[in-house]
């Protein structure tokens, strides 16, 4: 149908001499009867009177269309009844037949076009909110199939095809929806229809360009990406992403800068620092790492991602602290021992708080292990040094008597329900024990916020790991979490 429609538009170019000799189509018996049923249906206020006369022009115009079969305001009308009867591919089919007759119409036709994509889409939305989405992507491709001139039922497409794996038609449809979002009907939008055109464009551009790195294609996501910034050169995602995509493409000279710059940013939200935190740390930018993690925790302070990563930061502050001090002596060696001293002092602090929330990580402790040695070989004050070198042997012991260790959590965010996946290995624990924890979520002042979740898993032989998956309560205040052994 769109096809088809396209040609006949592209023929009234070619040949105006054609197009100007159109007449409008005129009235006869069949389409006032129709004008009559459609103007009564319009003034009815109880639903089901109404729908008789939308049936009433429909079997109107359905006369018309055998006594006068080329009579463009036929079809016309005859769209309209269907629209008000809600049988919209029929009216899509009308609409098509009006314009392919009389090209003039389309303009006519867009405003009931409009009114039938709002009801597809809606339909769509709501199908996926009952979780049927082929259901919502069959409306949502009626939708748009209906009226072009809407970019939001081509993005939920895109969405929906992106999340059942067919990134081919994801791809295409991020595509048109960026030629609609930059296309004439944005022209003339009220300011807040144009803030949401704005959005849809930054999150087409943004999901275009991650399935793009994803699919091994990050010179194109890399263009898109600078194209994208050439008209919002302020956009902090936008040049956050590019930055990843250079990392992982290679180009950590081109990123390192693009990281640099936006660090200086005041402005920055906890996600946009994080991901700079990651590029700097990518970079062996460490002590850059280090700024930007620091500001993610004070958004976040109980924010696990970003405490491992300051540590791990802080970890490689360190090494290159140790590089640098090759060769060294006397004054010279004694300053770059209080820094290092310094940062192996903050690295324990780092990792002590990350064991409060995430206690059988086996990173966490030696981590604060390696804070504790270093610390004892570099403290001058020899007691605190011999305090130190005992600490590290109380950690490794507690370490050694952990029946189990947690790997591999991640926490996928809902709206209401987060859900939790991770693994369990067992260090000690005799096999088929129940290995417990109880994982909850935190608000901004690590308070728990909804209803902590036990998770329990029999244990696998020693040194094997086993798989769990849990749903926890995320109430709107829920931006970080904890877990705690259950013994």
């Known amino acids: 149908m769109k096809g088809y429609r396209g040609m006949i538009l592209i023929l009234a170019v070619l040949l105006p001499s054609v197009a100007s000799a159109q007449k409008k189509p005129g009235n006869n018996r069949d389409t006032r009867s129709a004008e009559v049923y459609l103007d009564g249906a319009k003034k009815e206020q109880v639903l089901a009177d109404k729908q008789k006369f939308f049936q009433q022009a429909l079997d109107a115009t359905l006369r018309g269309a055998k006594n006068d079969p080329d009579n463009a305001r036929v079809y016309l009308l005859m769209g309209q009844a269907q629209v008000g009867l809600n049988n919209l591919?029929?009216?899509?089919?009308?609409?098509?037949?009006?314009?392919?007759?009389?090209?003039?119409?389309?303009?006519?036709?867009?405003?009931?076009?409009?009114?039938?994509?709002?009801?597809?889409y809606n339909q769509g939305i709501a199908a996926l909110q009952a979780g049927d989405n082929a259901k919502a992507v069959q409306s949502m491709e009626q939708a748009d199939a209906m009226y072009q001139g809407r970019p939001e039922a081509v993005i939920t497409m895109a969405q929906l095809h992106q999340q059942g794996g067919d990134l081919q038609k994801a791809e295409e449809d991020y595509r048109r929806a960026l030629t609609i979002l930059r296309g004439p009907s944005r022209q003339g939008l009220a300011s807040d229809v144009e803030k949401k055109w704005a959005a849809n464009e930054e999150e087409s551009v943004l999901r275009l360009a991650g399935l793009l790195a994803e699919t091994n294609r990050s010179a194109e996501a890399i263009s898109l990406y600078q194209e994208f910034l050439r008209r919002q050169p302020d956009n902090v995602m936008a040049k956050s992403n590019l930055g990843v995509t250079m990392m992982r493409a290679g180009k950590t000279a081109e990123a390192a800068p693009l990281f640099n710059e936006l660090l200086e940013r005041p402005d920055l939200e906890e996600n946009a620092l994080f991901n700079i935190g990651i590029g700097l740390f990518?970079?062996?930018?460490?002590?850059?790492?280090?700024?930007?993690?620091?500001?993610?925790?004070?958004?976040?302070?109980?924010?696990?991602?970003?405490?491992?990563?300051?540590?791990?930061?802080?970890?490689?502050e360190t090494?290159?602290?140790?590089?640098?001090?090759?060769?060294?002596?006397?004054?010279?060696?004694?300053?770059?021992?209080?820094?290092?001293?310094?940062?192996?002092?903050r690295m324990g602090e780092v990792a002590q708080k990350l064991l409060e929330i995430d206690p059988a990580n086996t990173q966490a402790i030696m981590m604060l292990a390696q804070s504790q040695r270093s610390r004892g070989e570099l403290e001058v004050d020899k007691v605190k040094g011999e305090e130190w070198k005992k600490a590290v042997l109380t950690t490794l012991q507690e370490h050694d008597n952990w029946p189990f260790e947690v790997e591999n959590l991640q926490v996928r965010w809902g709206a209401e329900k987060s859900i939790?996946?991770?693994?369990?290995?067992?260090?000690?624990?005799?096999?088929?024990?129940?290995?417990?924890?109880?994982?909850?979520?935190?608000?901004?002042a690590g308070a728990t916020v909804g209803q902590p979740q036990e998770v329990s898993v029999n244990a696998p032989a020693t040194g094997e790991s086993r798989r769990f998956t849990v749903e926890v309560p995320s109430p709107q205040s829920a931006v970080a979490w904890k877990y705690t052994i259950v013994k």
């Open 319 to 345: 090494a290159d602290g140790e590089k640098a001090k090759a060769g060294k002596t006397g004054a010279e060696l004694a300053t770059a021992n209080e820094h290092l001293l310094k940062d192996y002092a």
């Open 420 to 444: 939790v996946t991770g693994s369990m290995k067992n260090l000690k624990a005799a096999q088929d024990t129940p290995l417990k924890i109880s994982f909850m979520m935190l608000d901004k």
């Open 89 to 120: 591919t029929a009216a899509d089919s009308a609409f098509d037949r009006a314009e392919q007759l009389y090209p003039p119409y389309k303009t006519e036709v867009e405003p009931y076009r409009l009114n039938a994509w709002v009801i597809l």
């Open 282 to 316: 990518r970079a062996n930018q460490y002590a850059q790492a280090v700024r930007a993690f620091d500001r993610v925790l004070v958004l976040n302070p109980y924010s696990h991602d970003g405490l491992y990563n300051l540590a791990q930061s802080i970890l490689g």
